[in-house]
């Protein structure tokens, strides 16, 4: 970023916000519920404000618009500490990959636990420091830092990660994590704001940004060049969020997800995808857990996946969780086989696509979306095929079963969604005869 530019960034954020410690002071609650972070991140507002500085004496106050230039390095935080309790330390961005459309929400940027008072250097680092990488066109990111106080010294059972990869940190809850350790409501918090500058680049090469952005470009070259037929608008938001995934940046590890998701163990014996299928349902995205609609999957989604030329495919989307969570027992919305390449309208229908439906009152199902490669070529089915209108045929079905039967390799790549019951469900029930 130009000198130019940083000086007439510096005297907006003064000028906008000038009048900020005088707001927290006095409405600390106000303020944070103003820039939504209650409920975005948390349910209660913390009781004091944590004191965070970047290197220059740069302080963080809440609702200050900071450049990703200027926090680029590790700050320090300060709180009103008792030197013989352990607390954790965390920095989280809710706004992955835009405020608008936190698909990926929340990305975690720091998490230190067991800082015995307020030295984070003597912390448990569990994550460390990665400073603000907002993608380009995606406006203002909130970046969240949250103090709790610990019941004591605690065994973490985490990944430990370092800044040099952005994998494992997207789909963060730092509500979730709190609760899986007992910690509370957090006791201290402030916040800043940022937008993409010429910082953002940098940043992304050292998460591993270059070459995996590569690697999907030569496999999916095709269906990025289809993006120039599209309307300059929607030119820009695909490549923004085509890019913002395939840094790995907020799309975490696809088999960590469907691990800790308890998909690998419930249905695929302990060996999961390691790539990710696209699945779009017009302008809803699946993305590793996120919840949608019975309404609005009702349609064949647009699948995309990695593959090789001249190789044929099976794809699944099953529901483990029929009639509810816990049983197992697998319901089979979709199968199609002998697919060559990612050419799914070209492959065998053995059995039609049917969108969710799960029973009211049963929860939140999973829907699994997986691609297995036919080594052999292709492949005669001996399965019945199953019309739209077959609901009970479709019961009982396991996708690790019917890949051991025909010898499928994989799955090599997965995707899921959740959902749960909605007004459109009764008539698909009565449509597959239930």
Request: aromatic share 10%; glycine share 8%; proline share 6%.
């Amino acid at each position: 970023m130009s000198k130019v530019l940083l000086s007439a960034t510096s005297l907006l954020a003064q000028r906008t916000f000038s009048y900020t410690p005088r707001v927290l002071s006095s409405t600390m609650t106000e303020a944070l519920k103003q820039h939504g972070v209650v409920p975005d991140v948390i349910d209660k507002v913390p009781a004091s404000i944590a004191k965070v500085s970047y290197p220059g004496n740069l302080s963080v106050d809440i609702g200050k618009v900071l450049t990703p230039t200027l926090v680029k390095d590790q700050p320090t935080v300060t709180w009103d500490a008792d030197p013989s309790t352990f607390y954790t330390v965390c920095m989280t961005d809710p706004d992955a990959p835009s405020r608008k459309t936190p698909t990926y929400r929340e990305w975690h940027h720091w998490l230190v636990g067991n800082v015995p008072g307020d030295d984070i250097s003597k912390g448990d680092v569990l994550s460390e420091y990665v400073g603000s990488g907002p993608p380009k066109d995606t406006g203002l990111h909130r970046y969240v830092f949250l103090v709790y106080k610990q019941p004591g010294k605690i065994n973490f059972d985490e990944p430990r990660l370092t800044n040099k990869s952005g994998n494992n940190r997207g789909k963060f809850s730092i509500k979730k994590f709190a609760a899986k350790y007992n910690l509370g409501d957090p006791i201290a918090g402030n916040m800043y704001q940022a937008e993409y500058d010429d910082y953002v680049p940098i940043l992304y090469k050292q998460l591993g940004e270059r070459d995996t952005f590569t690697d999907v470009v030569a496999v999916s070259r095709n269906r990025l060049n289809c993006l120039y037929d599209c309307k300059p608008a929607t030119m820009k938001t695909l490549l923004t969020v085509t890019l913002f995934c395939t840094i790995g940046f907020a799309l975490a590890d696809v088999a960590s997800e469907f691990q800790s998701a308890n998909i690998t163990s419930d249905i695929l014996k302990g060996h999961g995808p390691t790539d990710l299928i696209e699945v779009k349902y017009g302008n809803n995205v699946v993305n590793l857990g996120n919840e949608l609609t019975p309404t609005q999957v009702k349609q064949i989604p647009e699948i995309h996946y990695k593959h090789e030329g001249g190789v044929l495919y099976t794809l699944v989307m099953t529901d483990p969780d029929v009639p509810t969570r816990g049983y197992n027992r697998e319901f089979n919305h979709w199968l199609v086989g002998n697919i060559p390449e990612e050419s799914v309208e070209k492959g065998e229908v053995l059995a039609e696509y049917v969108g969710s439906g799960p029973p009211q009152g049963s929860g939140l199902h999973r829907y699994v979306f997986l691609v297995y490669r036919q080594d052999q070529g292709a492949i005669t089915f001996d399965e019945r095929r199953l019309s739209t209108w077959d609901g009970k045929q479709r019961r009982r079905f396991s996708i690790q079963k019917f890949a051991e039967k025909y010898s499928l390799v994989g799955p090599l790549a997965g995707n899921y969604f959740t959902a749960k019951w909605d007004e459109s469900v009764p008539d698909l029930h009565k449509h597959l005869g239930f």
